[in-house]
């Protein structure tokens, strides 16, 4: 029997698919030896030779010799097999490709199409390939409509039997590290280097830069001229606020900068702890915390240290409600008098004073405690 157009057929599925003749050959022998022994006991020994021309015959290998046993109505079967068997490899081969070229994506970002809603998700047409944007990698709150073009962050390629399945998401972190690399060339070109990101999707990001170029600055880079850079992200991201801060090696100024908007008065590390108390004044105090607490939650996450927020305004009321109440004997030994000294002196300045446990009235204590410089803030 014969196949028509058989070695034409094979060249042009070589050209367009890159499957070679001869793993489609061997393919369709082995489909058409599997088939015709079932006619044979199971220890037949057969082979499918095929010509270029497409001529087919079977041969029963034995010690003595080969007999041909080709089927009498065998022609109509093996042109049907060897059909089947490319359809079969086509499609092997595309899920191959798909998947070689996703995979080179993977951690990228992909731009897809949807198609309709899907058991809570979204169906995502990528060209080549469909994938389901699932609820838990959605921006929450975020509804998408059919034809919508979205940009996805490509998470992991996963080969499966049915083709390759992508997982992509848009809750991602690295989401918006991507948007960032795509819209500040700075990003790309090394200028400017990404540290960290803490996001909490559809609500607020907050995303650490650093510029190796003393003359970039880093926020005003990813701000954009008119702040076109940051409005293109934005944009893609709906209402999600985005907090450009600029990272510092110094983890007081790192973490003043990420409790922006918000002005601090001074911070003190426990480096043993990684913990750190921040004080902010007291109109500023909400602003640090943020809604819900968003804005310092953020600030841990992108820092690393635990933010422990005082109010500056109550820590001055404490220190002078405490200064009020020296003892003599306290005030003597950081004066470097005794007791007995101090006594007298403040009776010569007209306070009347008894003993040394008695307190320091507040108006001598501010003539007599000797003046401390400023502790150095660490807003800048």
């Not at 890159?18 to 006991?41: N, R, T």
């Not at 010799?65 to 093996?78: I, L, Q, S």
Request: hydrophobic share 35%.
């Amino acid at each position: 029997m014969k196949i028509e157009h058989f070695n034409e057929m094979l060249e042009e599925i070589r050209r367009e698919r890159g499957i070679s003749k001869d793993m489609l050959v061997e393919a369709i022998k082995a489909s058409l030896v599997s088939a015709v022994k079932k006619k044979f006991p199971e220890d037949a020994n057969l082979e499918c030779r095929i010509t270029d021309q497409g001529e087919v015959r079977i041969y029963r290998l034995t010690e003595d010799k080969e007999e041909d046993v080709t089927p009498h109505d065998f022609g109509r079967f093996a042109a049907q097999t060897a059909k089947q068997v490319i359809i079969q490899r086509l499609r092997e081969a595309e899920k191959i490709e798909t998947f070689d070229e996703f995979t080179k994506k993977q951690g990228e970002l992909v731009t897809g199409i949807v198609q309709r809603r899907e058991y809570g998700g979204y169906l995502i047409n990528l060209g080549r390939s469909e994938t389901v944007l699932t609820p838990q990698e959605q921006i929450p709150g975020e509804n998408l409509r059919d034809k919508d073009h979205v940009k996805l962050y490509l998470v992991e390629v996963k080969k499966t039997p049915r083709g390759p399945m992508l997982v992509v998401s848009r809750s991602h972190p690295n989401l918006v590290r991507k948007l960032f690399e795509m819209e500040v060339p700075e990003i790309k070109e090394g200028i400017l280097e990404v540290k960290e990101i803490a996001r909490e999707p559809g609500k607020r990001t907050k995303f650490a830069v650093f510029s190796k170029d003393p003359n970039v600055g880093a926020v005003g880079a990813c701000v954009g001229h008119m702040g076109q850079r940051i409005q293109n992200i934005t944009r893609e991201l709906g209402p999600e606020r985005i907090d450009i801060v600029e990272w510092n090696e110094k983890p007081e100024s790192f973490i003043t900068n990420a409790l922006s908007p918000a002005k601090i008065s001074k911070v003190e590390l426990n480096q043993a702890e990684k913990t750190a108390k921040v004080w902010v004044p007291e109109k500023e105090l909400s602003l640090a915390i943020g809604k819900e607490g968003q804005n310092v939650r953020l600030a841990v996450k992108l820092t690393g240290w635990k933010i422990d927020l005082l109010s500056s305004d109550e820590g001055a009321k404490k220190t002078e409600q405490k200064r009020s109440k020296v003892k003599v004997h306290e005030l003597a030994k950081e004066l470097n008098l005794t007791s007995s000294e101090l006594i007298a002196k403040l009776r010569e300045m007209g306070f009347s004073v008894k003993a040394a446990n008695s307190s320091v009235p507040e108006d001598a204590l501010e003539k007599l405690q000797p003046k401390k410089e400023e502790e150095p803030t660490t807003n800048e």
